[in-house]
């Protein structure tokens, strides 16, 4: 089982920034993949960003060149950087990991609202 504590959010006007961050505990895989999704009222759950643990990135389109995914493998954690922010990035963000060792091991943050204002 592995435990993920985020932090960061808030409320933000358009063009500002803000940094999410998520600390992992518990059994870790040394192969592994931790991001951020996230989910606006109405709307599907959503990958933005994520980085395996051999460093390999994915980005939602949308963020790209405005968002930066970093992971600090000797404190388990992953940090998301938010730059430009708009309206449309609003919604709770969720950290998440998955072992890609064994399959079905996931686990989800309790989620942090960012708000953007326009």
């Known amino acids: 089982q592995v435990r993920l504590v985020e932090s960061g959010g808030g409320l933000v006007q358009a063009g500002g920034s803000l940094r999410l961050s998520c600390a992992a505990s518990?059994?870790?895989?040394?192969?592994?993949?931790m991001g951020w999704y996230r989910q606006a009222p109405g709307k599907q759950r959503e990958l933005v960003a994520s980085?395996?643990?051999?460093?390999?990135?994915n980005y939602r389109d949308t963020v790209k060149g405005r968002f930066a995914i970093s992971r600090d493998s000797a404190k388990n954690t992953v940090d998301l950087q938010m730059n430009s922010l708009s309206p449309e990035d609003t919604a709770v963000y969720y950290c998440?990991?998955?072992?890609?060792?064994?399959?079905?091991?996931?686990?989800w943050g309790q989620g942090t609202q960012v708000t953007v204002s326009s």
């Open positions: 998440n990991y998955r072992n890609l060792i064994v399959s079905g091991r996931e686990s």
């Open positions: 518990g059994s870790i895989s040394s192969w592994n993949v």
């Open positions: 980085m395996t643990s051999g460093g390999s990135t």
